[in-house]
């Protein structure tokens, strides 16, 4: 979101996920979907190993590299924000802290990630419902976004940032570093996903209007790809679908009940989530996937409260 409100709508092809439409990719197939094509909807593999271990021994191949896609504002801090610089790998990224005092009793931190591909103003003015409930909020922009540094690899590098403002937001001082919690939207909710696979440092996540499935999502958004398609693992390692059983952290889902799109994928997620044992809850909110974004945030905040008693 940028600038305003309505330039954010103007962004929402990119911020709104989703999308079972067609399997046709500019030079064919995705992988692993050619014996699947006249078959819908396609699901993605269910994996037996870990998503950290399969993580760990993978690097993405970018054959494009560059900054990220949208086009965005100048990274202006909001007035109730502080700026702060954050290592994201090699790279020292922007981020925007809510202002708070220092009290004896450490305030609980939330991480949010931002819809879309850059962050704005007006993806901070939603943050209100966490300060105004006593959270310290942080919103980090990730590689290549807002013209800075570092190539945009779509669901993947950037989950490095996320954990690495995770680490940081954790260690401000006044800050709880047993009570960091997760949220995002969009983009956001997808990385919130993945980053909730990668670490047990965060007490509870609420991903919102996030899709898991990296072979839907890159069907519907074929421009966004930068890595290389022949090889299915680059999908797989994007999908939280295919790692139901890697959550590390209890997990509240939410969509707007207009976002049809995602009702399978989530669906899928939430099942497999569940049969894997952890816990995950999904709740469907009225609105589409900007109008339903205030009720689910304040739902986010009722979900950490619920987690945190």
């Known amino acids: 979101m940028t600038l305003s409100d309505g330039n954010a709508l103007r962004l929402s092809r990119r911020t709104v996920l989703g999308g079972l439409a067609g399997l046709m990719l500019p030079g064919g197939l995705l992988p692993g979907v050619a014996s699947a094509a006249a078959e819908e909807p396609f699901e993605p593999p269910l994996m037996t190993t870990g998503y ?5 021994r ?5 054959l494009q590299k560059g900054p990220a896609p949208d086009k965005y504002e100048p990274l202006i801090t909001p007035e109730n924000a502080e700026r702060l610089i954050y290592e994201g790998s090699e790279l020292q990224l922007v981020a925007w802290v809510s202002r708070y005092k220092r009290t004896k009793t450490r305030a609980p931190g939330v991480l949010f990630l931002h819809g879309g591909n850059a962050i704005g103003q007006g993806h901070w003015k939603q ?28 669901f993947y590098d950037e989950i490095t940032d996320v954990l690495e403002a995770g680490k940081r937001l954790a260690h401000l001082p006044g800050v709880d ?52 398609t022949s090889d299915e693992r680059e999908f797989q390692l994007r ?39 952890k816990h995950m809850e999904i709740e469907v ?8 974004l205030p009720g689910e945030i304040q739902r986010s905040v009722q979900f950490f409260k619920s987690v945190a008693a």
């Open 52 to 56: 950290v271990h399969d993580r760990q």
């Open 58 to 62: 993978f690097q993405t191949r970018l």
């Open 127 to 154: 943050m209100t419902p966490y300060i105004e409930a006593g959270y310290v909020v942080m919103m980090p922009s990730l590689r290549g976004e807002n013209g800075q540094r570092g190539n945009f690899s779509g």
């Open 177 to 228: 570093p047993d009570r960091i919690f997760l949220a995002g939207h969009s983009i956001g909710g997808t990385m919130a996903l993945l980053a909730a696979m990668s670490t047990r440092r965060f007490k509870a996540a609420t991903p919102i209007s996030a899709n898991p499935d990296a072979y839907a999502f890159f069907k519907r958004y074929p421009e966004d790809i930068r890595f290389d």
């Open 239 to 277: 999908s939280p679908v295919c790692y139901p059983h890697s959550f590390k952290c209890p997990l509240k889902l939410m969509h707007g009940v207009e976002e049809t799109r995602l009702v399978t994928r989530l669906g899928l997620l939430s099942a497999r989530t569940r049969a894997a044992g």
């Open 285 to 292: 909110v009225p609105g589409g996937h900007e109008t339903a």
